[in-house]
Structures are given as C-alpha cells and as structure tokens.
C-alpha cells in the first residue's frame, strides 16, 4: 500500500499504541499535522512553547509507563525542545520526539530555519535519526520507540525532512519485534550474580535497599516490596525512586542525600550491606565518595552496565531488569528457605532499633511559627486532603525537596519531577503531560515563585485541553534554593535570589479562565486547598510562605552525608 | 596506561562524530583514532588510543558499548595483539646527508616515497616506539614535515 510519510507516521504511531501527542506546528511539519486533522484517534495537544511539549510527554510516558510523544516544527521549534530532551535523557524517560527539517536538498545550506537538531541533540538522546530517504522512514519510527522504551529507557530524536513526509512510501505491518544487531539489553540475571547476591543478604546484620529510578521504570515495586517485607529490609529511596516503595510503610526511611531524612542517610552510613536497585549512585546521593557507605558490601542491580561501579566500586553487580533480578533474589531466597522468619528477625532487630532511635533523634520536621503559613505545612496539608493518592508534579529548587520530603508517595508513578537536570519549569507541563495521561487523578504541581514563571504560559494549555491540575506555589518570593545556598555558604549576600517584582497570581490565573485562590495565614491553608479540590478546573494556590524557611537536613556540597545541617 | 580500544561500528552518518563527541563530552582522551571499513561494507572498524585508570578504561569501553551503532568494543591492551601506524617523514638530503638518510631508513625498513633535490620523502610503518626511533635518528639531519596515522591494531591468532 502506497501512502505519504506523514500517513506512514501517522500508521506507526497508532501501531506503537500512542494515543495522545504533544506538539507545537511550524512550516517543516505542516504536512504532518495536516494528516493529524484526519486521524482523530491521536489526541493533539497543543502546547505554547516546544520544552513544555517534551516535558508533558515526559510526565505521560512516567504515569503511564509507556512511550511519550512529542512533534516540532524544524529550527527553533526543534533548539526549544533540547531541554526537555535532556532532561528525559538524565532522568532515563522513554519519549520519542519528532522534529520537522528543512528539505533533503537543502540540508547543510543554512536553509530558513535549519539547524542541525541531531547533532545538537546527540549528547542527550539515548540515540537519534536523520531520515534521509523515505523507505527507511518506517523502520526508523519502529527503531526509535523499540530503543526508547527497552533497555535504560531514554530520549529518542526523529528528525523529519519536508520532503520525505511528503513522499510516498510502501507501508507493511511490522512482523515482530525490532530486532538489531548492535543493541541487546541484557534483562535476565546472571544466576551465579544472584546466588551471591542472596548469600550476602542472608548474612548481613544491618543491610539497607537504596531503590532508584529503575525500580519504577521496570515496574518492579512488588518485588522490592516483597523483599524488603520477607526479610525486614529497610528501604531508602532516591528522589526519582519514590513511590518505588511506599513512603507510609514502616519500612521506609524516606529519602537519602543531600536532603535526605537524618535516618537514612545514618542508616547507609553504617550498613553492612547495600543492595543498590536501579539507583546511579548520583553525587547529590552519595556526598562525599569515600564517607559513602563506608562499611558495607555494595550490591547493585542496573540494566546499564555504565552505570555499575561509575562513581562507587561496586562488589556485587548484575547487570539485569530490576523486576527481573529481584524476582530472581526473592526465588532464590525462598527455594533456600532462607526466610526463617523469626531467625531474620532476632537478626535484624537491634539493626531496626537502631533505626528507630535515629528516627526519633531526628524525624523529620520544622519550627511551626504562629501566622506564618510553614512550606512544609501546605505539603503536609496536601498529603493528608488527597490520602496521599494525588500525583504530584514539582518545579525545581526547594519546593520540590519539600515536596518529596513531606508527601507520602505509596505507589509508583506518582511522582513525577526533573531530578537529574533539575529544570526549573518542568512542573506545569509535566502535570498538563501527568493529567492527560490519568484523567480522572487529581494532578498537583508543587511550585515555587520563580519556577512556575518559566512555563507560565502552559496554563493556556490546561485551559484548553479542560486538564483540572492544581498548582500550589509555596511563594516565598525568592529563588529560594539558590538564596539558601547564599544564606549558608555566601554570607547571606542574596545576590539576584529576590524577585523583586512577582506577578499577582491570583489575578493571572483569572486572566487564562483559571482559578485564583491565595493563603496567607496557616488558617487558611487547608480551607484553600479543599476549595481547590473541589474545583474542576485549572486552579493556582498562591501559599505566602516564610519568605526565609530552609531544607533541612541538608548535606553541604562536598560534605560526608552523615555531616548534616539539621532543623 | 595506555590503551589501544578496535571499535567495530555500523557504517552510519555521524557514527564517528558520536564516538569523538562521548570523548570530549565526559572528558576522556584520545591520543590517536583511525577509522575504515572492513570486509563488511557496512561496519567500519575504528580504533584509538587513549590512557587512564582502570576504571576510566572501564567506563571508556562500557560508555562505547552502550553507543547503539557500536557492535564491539574490544581493548587490545588485554589480549595479543600486533599494532602499526605509518609516518611520512620529509627529510632534508642534501649531498652530504642523502647516503647517510638511506641507510637509516634501510635499518628500519622504511622505503623512500618522494624525491626531491634537496629532500626525501620517507615512509615507516611499526609500532609507535619505532616510528618514535626513526624521527629521533633522523632529526639532526633536518626533519621538514611529519605526517602520521593513527594506530591500527588486529589481535594474534590463536597458536594452535
Ligand atoms: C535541587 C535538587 C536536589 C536534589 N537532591 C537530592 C537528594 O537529596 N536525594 C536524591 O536522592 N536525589 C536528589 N536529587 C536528584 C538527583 O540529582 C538524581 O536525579 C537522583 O538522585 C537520581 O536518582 P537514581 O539514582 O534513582 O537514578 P535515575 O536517574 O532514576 O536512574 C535510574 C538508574 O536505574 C537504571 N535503570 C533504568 N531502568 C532500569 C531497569 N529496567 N532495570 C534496572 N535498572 C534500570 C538506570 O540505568 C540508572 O542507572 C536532587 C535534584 C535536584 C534538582
Ligand atoms: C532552568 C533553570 N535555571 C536555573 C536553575 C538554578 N536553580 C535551581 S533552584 C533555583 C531557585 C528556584 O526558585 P523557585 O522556583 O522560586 O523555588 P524555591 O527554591 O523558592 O522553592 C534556581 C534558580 C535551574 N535549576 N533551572
């Protein structure tokens, strides 16, 4: 059957069970999207800036474990998406991104609105594609979304010359799986790595799981969950690992790093064994290399090979799917009956004492302060009004280590934030992206001031494609991350930290058709934000907050992670 | 230490500029790199030369692996293996120094390639430490030009 490239795209994408599209139109990509008017079983949303379409399909893909989407026009539709790009590439997120070109004949002519987006993009895409010739336009599509999605999944480029969407190629129906001769992640565990494995979990006295974002990317939390519960592991999660395991189990120590719980960054600190699960060993977790789990035998589970003793020498890799080598673990244990209950138990107990008592030295907290709404409150208020069951999106700074300090996240992808990158407006579009992808969930972007300016613009967004995602600003009229940093390690000099001129929130969300809602008092946080919930609507919760509240614990740059700045 | 890495690659567009580009990107070095097509028109073999620690060397050889053209990655450095690169050397030869130019390059086995009244053009083929032999001897006879290539490297056979 003869059709157009853009039909042929149109094809695939369904073929790959994408539903939904996030996109921005332009001159190289015209064709595309008018053979989107004829396919209205693809959802086009459009965006008002190209990142904000990454970041969505960045959140979509998360929430639904699948691969996001995102379509740009060539130039500076495609040097706008790069941000979004690396970030998925640094957080490991399956997206696959379409950008228009310039004609075949005209590349490397500084052509209007070329640029070389594959070269541009070649340091932060998993891999990507310059179709150069309209029969190799299918299997590419295929290709892109097999190595987004397999292995450590990431960001894939696609990059679309005008002519070649407009040409006619011959389309078959794919017949199996891509297979390629160079690219063969390695799923299944090596049975000896296992066995080994599983004999230093038997002896340790004081293990910990350090879970990561692989964990959540191979849907692995059952089997971490029932690891942990069989033998009475503690568990500490990295930022991108929450939700991996629930935050409200007694198990749980929270966070670990830089802003990591006292208790579980003491916990690593002194463990006999660490069972690193698709986690990167990232400098915000470890602190200082050597202080790092000083004591222990590391045992770390990673499909990337890369990733396995990069930063930490590593005694025990295996390089597998997480849910696959914890599955392998967990068989082995329980073939070897090695679950002696209560035996573990008498074993472990002084360890989870030990715990405990470094849990109540130092839980988690803040100074509560009368009249003053406490950052940490408005989380906190959060959690409680939604059960914990909300997804939750974040900006970047110190709203989104609250966020992930004071929401109890129990279920995986749930949690949605730029970790690796740390990009400041990531949030907005990332709910827009998480809401779409879950319609019926309440989607909340935890925001500071500073962040939620640099995507404002996405609010048209929600409008329009009727997304009801709250927005809760914890406004504390700084750049509040950057201005802590200036507190404790630059003589409090706030060097460019306060926005001097803010926009009134309120009113702007009455501007797009959205809901305005302000606190200034404690009193009336929660009121506010039942108001919000009730709202079916785009929503902005301006929270005035301590203009000065820091992060704590907080880990100095550079520092041992048991050197703590606490409450 | 030094390490001599044969990279065997699909023969794709821009697959060297994502092999020098992970290079510069995570600060790793190159000390010489050479790229061709083998047997198979479609897989290029490239080879190069950088040093490090072992875990740099280990994280050089798994940051190639994970390059999705990339089909092999093998570190000569911890098989047999036998290496060469060529140099053409212009050389002044002049009345006085033209007999004394051939008979170096005779030792070595190199073979003379351009001829001028005033200068030879050389070529040597070996290993580095060789070549690096050659420039040094023929250096007070006045060296004018050098051009190398990269190192290419092929392991032993197995003896049977
Ligand atoms: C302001 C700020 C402060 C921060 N502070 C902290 C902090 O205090 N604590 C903290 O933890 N983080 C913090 N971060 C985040 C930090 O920068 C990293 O993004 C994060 O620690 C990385 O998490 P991870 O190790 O789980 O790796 P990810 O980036 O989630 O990587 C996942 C790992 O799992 C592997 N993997 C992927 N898929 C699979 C699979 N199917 N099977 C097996 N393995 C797989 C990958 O190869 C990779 O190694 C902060 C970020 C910002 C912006
Ligand atoms: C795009 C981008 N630019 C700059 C930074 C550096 N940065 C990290 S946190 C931060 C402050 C964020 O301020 P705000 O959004 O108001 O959040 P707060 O920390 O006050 O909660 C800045 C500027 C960044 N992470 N991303």
Redesign the pocket.
């Known amino acids: 059957m003869k059709i157009t490239g853009a039909q042929a795209l149109m094809k695939c994408l369904k073929e790959q069970g994408v539903d939904v599209i996030f996109g921005f139109p332009g001159g190289a990509v015209i064709d595309i999207y008018d053979e989107l008017l004829r396919n209205e079983d693809l959802t086009h949303v459009l965006v008002r800036h190209e990142q904000a379409a990454v970041h969505a399909a960045d959140a979509y893909a998360r929430v639904k474990g699948e691969v996001g989407v995102a379509l740009v026009t060539s130039g500076p539709g495609a040097t706008n998406t790069v941000t979004g790009i690396a970030s998925a590439y640094c957080d490991s997120i399956p997206i696959v991104v379409f950008t228009g070109q310039v004609p075949t004949q005209l590349i490397g002519n500084d052509a209007f609105q070329e640029v070389d987006i594959v070269g541009i993009t070649r340091p932060c895409t998993k891999h990507n594609y310059l179709v150069k010739d309209v029969n190799d336009l299918i299997p590419t599509i295929r290709e892109a979304f097999h190595i987004a999605r397999t292995g450590r999944p990431g960001p894939v480029l696609v990059d679309l010359p005008k002519d070649i969407v407009a040409s006619m190629v011959n389309y078959t129906e794919p017949t199996g799986p891509v297979k390629m001769r160079t690219y063969r992640p390695t799923y299944e565990p090596h049975p000896g790595q296992i066995e080994k494995a599983c004999k230093a979990i038997v002896k340790a006295k004081k293990p910990v799981i350090y879970a990561g974002g692989g964990v959540i990317a191979s849907n692995a939390s059952a089997e971490l969950t029932e690891l942990s519960h069989k033998l009475n592991i503690p568990v500490t999660m990295t930022l991108m690992g929450l939700g991996g395991f629930p935050g409200t189990d007694p198990l749980s120590m929270g966070m670990l790093g830089m802003h990591g719980t006292y208790y579980a960054n003491m916990a690593v600190a002194n463990c006999d064994l660490l069972i690193a699960v698709g986690a990167r060993f990232d400098d915000r977790v470890t602190g200082r290399i050597d202080a790092f789990a000083p004591n222990a035998k590391i045992i770390h589970i990673d499909i990337d090979p890369s990733s396995i003793s990069k930063n930490v020498g590593v005694d025990i890799p295996i390089v597998a799917d997480c849910k696959h080598a914890l599955a392998g673990i967990n068989g082995w244990l329980k073939r070897n009956n090695a679950l002696d209950q209560d035996g573990q138990l008498e074993k472990i107990t002084p360890w989870l004492n030990e715990i405990r008592e470094w849990k109540k030295k130092h839980p988690l907290g803040y100074v509560e302060e009368t009249g003053v709404i406490k950052p940490q409150f408005v989380v906190q208020k959060l959690d409680e009004l939604t059960g914990g069951n909300a997804i939750i999106t974040t900006?970047?700074?110190?709203?989104q280590m609250w966020a992930a300090q004071f929401y109890h996240f129990n279920k995986p992808r749930t949690f949605m934030t730029s970790g690796g990158l740390?990009?400041?407006?990531y949030g907005l579009p990332a709910a827009i992206g998480a809401q779409m992808a879950a319609p019926g969930k309440t989607v909340i972007d935890i925001a500071?001031?500073?962040?939620i300016q640099?995507n404002i613009q996405e609010l048209a967004t929600a409008r329009q494609y009727k997304c009801p995602v709250k927005i809760a600003i914890?406004n504390?009229n700084?750049?509040?991350?950057?201005r802590q940093w200036q507190e404790l390690f630059y003589d409090k000099k706030y060097s460019a930290t306060p926005l001097d001129v803010a926009p009134d929130f309120v009113a702007l969300a009455k501007a797009y058709g959205a809901v305005g809602l302000r606190a200034t008092k404690p009193s009336e946080v929660e009121p506010v934000i039942k108001e919000a919930l009730a709202t079916d609507n785009t929503v902005i919760m301006d929270f005035v907050i301590a203009r000065e509240e820091g992060v704590y614990p907080m880990v100095p740059a550079g520092k041992a992670t048991t050197e703590m700045l606490l409450v | 230490m030094k390490h001599t890495i044969s990279v065997l690659l699909q023969n794709k567009p821009g697959v060297l500029s994502r092999v020098t580009g992970l290079f510069s990107g995570r600060g790793f070095n190159i000390e010489s790199l050479s790229v061709a097509q083998t047997l198979e028109p479609e897989v290029s073999c490239l080879t190069l030369v950088t040093s490090g620690e072992d875990n740099i060397i280990e994280q050089i050889t798994k940051q190639l692996h994970k390059l999705i053209d990339v089909i092999k990655v093998t570190d000569m450095s911890e098989t047999e293996y036998v290496e060469r690169e060529m140099a053409i050397i212009r050389v002044k030869a002049e009345a006085g120094t033209r007999a004394e130019v051939l008979r170096v390059i005779d030792i070595f086995r190199g073979k003379v390639v351009d001829v001028s009244s005033k200068s030879y053009a050389v070529e040597i083929t070996g290993n580095a430490s060789k070549i690096n032999a050659v420039i040094d001897i023929l250096r007070p006879i006045g060296i004018q030009e050098i051009v190398k290539t990269g190192t290419i490297a092929m392991t032993r056979a197995k003896k049977a």
Request: aromatic share 4%; net charge negative.
């Open positions: 900006e970047v700074g110190q709203n740390g990009v400041m407006g500071g001031d500073g962040s640099m914890l504390n700084y750049l509040g991350m950057v």
